[in-house]
């Protein structure tokens, strides 16, 4: 929300400031907090966007594409639901442990943003709207498989690197359809897409937490921990049954996903050919 507005400057009395064009002259004996500043300056921009909506269309892209980032901030629920996962691939392979994990998610994580230099390049050659599409069926598909898999390393395989690659390539295509909706405005288009990133784990968190551990069951397992200076043994994972839930878990997630997807691309106008230099 505060990336998308400007504290104004301290004066707004002199016509020649930078705000002249969007706060009006005020009498010497009032005075403005900063906040109220912000506020004003905010309610302005919002209402300079809707001024320079010229049809349903650029609202619904705007709507499209916050659905379709929201569904591309699910690599940030990882460390959420990676202790049920682990406690569920224990079941198979009882020595599993969470350190397994330590570098499998931070390369994952590099390599799905590594994808972003590639999506703008996939999307000229084939279109955009093929380009969502192909994200809205692989990505949530990758996780609905995931939920089958029992060993961990074709976990990591299916779910860390091919699933979140995928996420990668569709999370610059948003930003190019709003863009061209709104050329003069980018700044703040940009903030309200880039926005569900950020709000997507407030919203998933409880759809997971719903499916995998709906009565709020703490964890029964003890371990004796390789961080811990004394080696006194700690809770660490869920028992079996909370673990046999991660498969419907992640089933309930892909399907969420996919409907987020969906609903995304069909409200979003790829950007036009003519207008957008490198389609």
């Known amino acids: 929300f505060f990336l998308m507005i400007r504290r104004p400057p301290r004066s707004t009395q002199s016509r020649s400031s930078a705000a002249s064009d969007v706060y009006k002259r005020q009498d010497g004996n009032k005075s403005f907090s900063a906040e109220r500043h912000c506020v ?4 302005v921009r919002m209402k300079d966007l809707k001024a320079k909506t010229r049809s349903i269309r650029h609202y619904k892209t705007l709507l499209g594409g916050f659905l379709f980032s929201l569904a591309n901030g699910s690599a940030n629920i990882w460390g959420n639901i990676i202790v049920y996962i682990i406690s569920w691939l224990r079941l198979y392979t009882p020595k599993l442990r969470l350190e397994d994990f330590g570098l499998a998610i931070p390369f ?12 703008t390049k996939l ?8 380009t969502m599409y192909i994200v809205t069926f692989l990505f949530p598909g990758l996780v609905f498989l995931s939920s089958f898999v029992r060993h961990w390393l074709l976990f990591v395989l299916v779910y860390c690197i091919c699933g979140l ?15 061209e909706k709104y050329p003069n405005m980018k700044g703040t288009v940009t903030g309200v897409v880039a926005s569900a990133t950020l709000i997507s784990p407030f919203f998933l968190n409880y759809v997971t937490y719903y499916l995998v551990n709906p009565h709020n069951v ?10 811990g200076a004394t080696g006194e043994e700690s809770v660490c994972y869920f028992g079996e049954d909370i673990a046999r839930n991660v498969p419907g878990m992640l089933r309930g997630l892909a399907g969420v996903l996919f409907a987020l997807c969906l609903i995304g691309t069909l409200l979003m106008k790829p950007p036009d050919k003519k207008s957008f230099p490198m389609y």
Do not use: H, N, Q, R
Not at 108 to 119: E, K, Q, V
């Open 108 to 119: 994952c994580l590099i390599l799905t943003y590594s994808m972003i230099a590639f999506s």
């Open 218 to 227: 703490s964890p029964t397992i003890k371990e004796k921990g390789d961080t």
């Open 165 to 179: 690659s995928i996420m990668g390539l569709g999370f610059m295509v948003p930003m190019y359809c709003v863009w």
């Open 123 to 130: 999307a000229s050659k084939i279109g955009f709207k093929l």
């Open 40 to 43: 004003y300056f905010f309610l």
